[in-house]
């Protein structure tokens, strides 16, 4: 039955049968975590043909590849309701909406891609905004002010956006990723092929290319002394395992929640696999690898011979009851658990997962396994007195960052030292800081940082975790400390400091955050959270000769505590904390020894801000190359 049409109004189900039979080219020229995807001009707006999308002119289709897409979504439809959407074209009479209709059908003319604090986002290119913050018609004056209004409110309807983005995730192999490869330049052109490889195959994946991008640009001198190591370097960029799985639970109020959950083993060449889970609302594919394939590496440096892995969900554990979260933790573990195990893979504590998480997820892989082998959570569960455990991770950074100012004839006392992030690492941060002498002015959260002048002292640690744990703001904290401020949406980083200790998350510092920090008088950089710094970013600090501690090498504490407990498991020594300390400061010099040496071997300078980043990841590269050459094609 055919409804009747009256000006511009529009039966909206005619719209959606309407949207699916148009040819929808999405070019992507930036990924970011989150993407609002809207709709612009037609093409008589001049302004439509000044704006290039970002990074090249757009791919054209066909007109045989336009016909044959045409007449396959066509077809898919039933015949009735293409009779109907014949005859709904004939009603429309008012020849300004139908050329609209016609026109706007075309998102990909329509939109153009730009980067809006940090994330890419596709823009209208009527009104130049993004979202919902429409506000011009496309059309102006033309037409009466009913067509007007209307035009405007499809301008508003995300209906044909949704469509859109539904058919951009639906042929991946037609999206197109422009995502500059800031390091590309400086690379061989063996080097080189590594990464376009890893770009073609996971184009999507931007934190796992930036990754790959950093390690092979770390690699070149290696690669061109051994063209043996490209084919190895290829076979370590696929994971061994990647595991994605629902995460069903049931809330409070009794309704069901679903969630997405992953677990990449990324290699098992040097021994079973430890890698952290992270709970946090952006994880994602490309982040589990990035953080799997990172550890990797780590784990390579440490002294214990182990394989990596990494994995968590996109659940938010912010505002939820325990009952909640002990129950998304056990449906979590009902997937995972037969992939996990001493000899397999034990996972640890990451961003959003905690002693309480572990404690949950530990308690359901007990009961589902029928053993109790293996340490998910480290001693407070398993036996009583101290433990270095949360806090070995935080200590190592200090420890490493006193290495590093020894070599100078420096010395931690007295410097300032900028701290973003406010969590685990960071508190251990600070409290490792002020024993050595240092003076610690700065903490963040997502919402901005709060600066000290006089400096943080243990008291006032005490205070920030009360903040924390209750979940409060830290601009709480400068109702009590008169001296101290809260600056929302900023970054720490133009504070005047010597010492900067990044401990929040990926890429929290970009290119003005490196400027700023190379004007606030910073030396010395130790990355406490995994690849702080975008590649624009790395490229201000090394040219300002900025020493950089990198993750795989300064963060290597949580991997020794972790080996450091299952020991003691195993063999019923007692470790007293003194004990437990004096064993990671031995672990974190070896591991910065061998770091310094894997540069010196392959002509890099100790005085090199690139000496300890290279280093790092040749020593690591060449002990997993060792052992996959060993073991064959497997």
């Given at each position: 039955?055919?409804?009747?049409?009256?000006?511009?109004?529009?039966?909206?189900?005619?719209?959606?049968?309407?949207?699916?039979?148009?040819?929808?080219?999405?070019?992507?020229?930036?990924?970011?975590?989150?993407?609002?995807?809207?709709?612009?001009?037609?093409?008589?707006?001049?302004?439509f043909?000044?704006?290039?999308?970002?990074?090249?002119?757009p791919?054209?289709?066909?007109?045989?590849?336009h016909?044959?897409?045409?007449?396959?979504?066509?077809?898919?439809?039933?015949?009735?309701?293409?009779?109907?959407?014949?005859?709904?074209?004939?009603?429309?009479?008012?020849?300004?909406?139908?050329?609209?209709?016609?026109?706007?059908?075309?998102?990909?003319?329509?939109?153009?891609?730009?980067?809006?604090?940090?994330?890419?986002?596709?823009?209208?290119?009527?009104?130049?905004?993004y979202?919902?913050?429409?506000?011009?018609?496309?059309?102006?004056?033309?037409?009466?002010?009913?067509?007007?209004?209307?035009?405007?409110?499809?301008?508003?309807?995300?209906?044909?956006?949704?469509?859109?983005?539904?058919?951009?995730?639906?042929?991946?192999?037609?999206?197109?990723?422009?995502?500059?490869?800031?390091?590309?330049?400086?690379?061989?052109?063996?080097?080189?092929?590594i990464?376009?490889?890893?770009?073609?195959?996971?184009?999507h994946?931007?934190?796992?290319?930036?990754?790959?991008?950093?390690?092979?640009?770390?690699?070149?001198?290696?690669?061109?002394?051994n063209?043996h190591?490209?084919?190895?370097?290829?076979?370590?960029?696929?994971?061994?395992?990647?595991?994605?799985?629902?995460?069903?639970?049931?809330?409070?109020?009794?309704?069901?929640?679903v969630?997405?959950?992953?677990?990449?083993?990324?290699?098992?060449?040097?021994g079973?696999?430890?890698?952290?889970i992270?709970?946090?609302?952006?994880?994602?594919?490309s982040?589990?690898?990035?953080?799997?394939?990172?550890?990797?590496?780590?784990n390579?440096?440490s002294?214990?011979?182990?394989?990596g892995?990494?994995?968590?969900?996109?659940?938010?554990?912010?505002?939820?009851?325990?009952?909640?979260?002990?129950?998304?933790?056990?449906?979590?573990?009902?997937?995972?658990?037969?992939?996990?195990?001493?000899?397999?893979?034990?996972?640890?504590?990451?961003?959003?997962?905690?002693?309480?998480?572990?404690?949950?997820?530990?308690?359901?892989?007990?009961?589902?396994?029928?053993?109790?082998?293996?340490?998910?959570?480290?001693?407070?569960?398993?036996?009583?007195?101290?433990?270095?455990?949360?806090e070995?991770?935080?200590?190592?950074?200090?420890?490493?960052?006193?290495?590093?100012?020894?070599?100078?004839?420096?010395?931690?006392?007295?410097?300032?030292?900028?701290?973003?992030?406010?969590?685990?690492?960071?508190?251990?941060?600070?409290?490792?800081?002020?024993?050595?002498?240092?003076?610690?002015?700065?903490?963040?959260?997502?919402?901005?940082y709060?600066?000290?002048?006089?400096?943080?002292?243990?008291?006032?640690?005490?205070?920030?975790?009360?903040i924390?744990?209750?979940?409060?703001?830290?601009?709480?904290?400068s109702?009590?400390?008169?001296?101290?401020?809260?600056?929302?949406?900023?970054?720490?980083?133009?504070?005047?400091?010597?010492v900067?200790?990044?401990?929040?998350?990926?890429?929290?510092?970009?290119?003005?955050?490196?400027?700023?920090l190379?004007?606030?008088?910073?030396?010395v950089?130790?990355?406490?959270?995994?690849?702080?710094c975008?590649?624009?970013?790395?490229?201000?600090?090394?040219?300002?000769?900025?020493?950089?501690?990198?993750?795989?090498?300064?963060?290597?504490?949580?991997?020794?505590?972790?080996?450091?407990?299952?020991?003691?498991?195993?063999?019923?020594?007692?470790?007293?904390?003194?004990?437990?300390?004096?064993?990671?400061?031995?672990?974190?010099?070896?591991?910065?020894?061998?770091?310094?040496?894997?540069?010196?071997?392959?002509?890099?300078?100790?005085?090199?801000?690139?000496?300890?980043?290279h280093?790092?990841?040749?020593?690591?590269?060449?002990?997993?190359?060792?052992?996959?050459?060993?073991?064959?094609?497997?």
């Amino acid at each position: 039955m055919l409804l009747p049409v009256s000006g511009v109004g529009m039966n909206s189900t005619m719209d959606d049968m309407n949207l699916i039979q148009q040819r929808h080219h999405l070019v992507v020229r930036e990924l970011g975590e989150e993407i609002d995807l809207e709709i612009g001009p037609s093409d008589d707006d001049p302004s439509f043909a000044n704006t290039p999308l970002i990074g090249g002119p757009p791919r054209e289709p066909s007109a045989e590849e336009h016909d044959e897409t045409k007449m396959v979504m066509v077809s898919q439809l039933p015949s009735d309701d293409q009779d109907m959407s014949k005859s709904q074209a004939v009603k429309r009479k008012k020849k300004v909406v139908k050329r609209w209709r016609e026109e706007w059908a075309d998102t990909y003319k329509w939109a153009y891609v730009d980067v809006k604090e940090g994330t890419a986002r596709i823009f209208c290119s009527v009104c130049r905004e993004y979202g919902r913050k429409h506000r011009r018609n496309p059309y102006g004056n033309e037409g009466s002010r009913n067509m007007q209004m209307s035009a405007l409110e499809e301008h508003n309807n995300s209906l044909l956006h949704k469509e859109a983005l539904r058919l951009q995730m639906a042929s991946k192999d037609k999206i197109i990723v422009d995502k500059p490869i800031y390091v590309k330049a400086l690379m061989s052109k063996t080097a080189g092929s590594i990464v376009e490889a890893a770009l073609k195959r996971d184009p999507h994946e931007v934190e796992f290319i930036q990754s790959v991008q950093e390690v092979v640009h770390a690699l070149e001198r290696v690669i061109a002394k051994n063209s043996h190591y490209v084919n190895i370097m290829e076979r370590l960029l696929e994971p061994e395992r990647m595991i994605i799985f629902r995460v069903p639970w049931v809330d409070d109020r009794g309704e069901t929640n679903v969630n997405r959950g992953f677990r990449v083993q990324f290699s098992q060449a040097l021994g079973p696999c430890r890698g952290g889970i992270r709970f946090h609302p952006l994880m994602n594919l490309s982040i589990a690898k990035f953080l799997g394939f990172e550890q990797t590496l780590k784990n390579a440096l440490s002294p214990y011979k182990l394989g990596g892995a990494a994995g968590g969900s996109d659940f938010d554990p912010k505002g939820k009851s325990d009952n909640e979260i002990m129950r998304f933790c056990q449906s979590f573990m009902n997937e995972i658990y037969r992939y996990l195990g001493p000899d397999k893979d034990l996972p640890s504590e990451e961003m959003g997962v905690g002693t309480r998480e572990m404690g949950y997820l530990f308690g359901q892989y007990r009961r589902l396994a029928g053993h109790f082998q293996g340490s998910f959570t480290g001693p407070r569960i398993f036996w009583s007195g101290s433990s270095l455990r949360t806090e070995a991770t935080g200590y190592g950074l200090v420890f490493f960052a006193q290495l590093m100012l020894a070599d100078m004839n420096k010395d931690l006392k007295g410097l300032r030292c900028v701290v973003s992030g406010s969590g685990k690492i960071a508190m251990h941060v600070l409290e490792k800081l002020i024993a050595y002498g240092a003076l610690p002015i700065t903490v963040s959260d997502s919402k901005g940082y709060l600066v000290d002048e006089d400096g943080f002292d243990y008291m006032k640690i005490a205070f920030l975790r009360d903040i924390k744990a209750q979940q409060r703001s830290l601009r709480d904290y400068s109702k009590t400390y008169a001296r101290s401020k809260y600056y929302d949406e900023s970054k720490p980083w133009n504070e005047r400091c010597d010492v900067a200790f990044p401990c929040a998350c990926q890429n929290e510092i970009d290119q003005t955050d490196a400027i700023n920090l190379v004007n606030s008088g910073c030396r010395v950089l130790i990355e406490g959270s995994n690849m702080p710094c975008t590649p624009e970013a790395v490229d201000v600090l090394r040219k300002a000769n900025i020493l950089i501690a990198p993750a795989m090498a300064a963060g290597a504490g949580g991997v020794v505590a972790g080996e450091l407990e299952l020991n003691h498991e195993c063999n019923l020594i007692h470790w007293s904390p003194e004990d437990f300390e004096s064993k990671l400061q031995e672990a974190i010099k070896q591991t910065y020894q061998r770091a310094l040496k894997a540069a010196t071997d392959f002509g890099y300078q100790k005085e090199s801000p690139e000496a300890l980043v290279h280093g790092a990841v040749i020593s690591a590269f060449l002990t997993i190359a060792q052992a996959m050459t060993d073991q064959g094609c497997v």
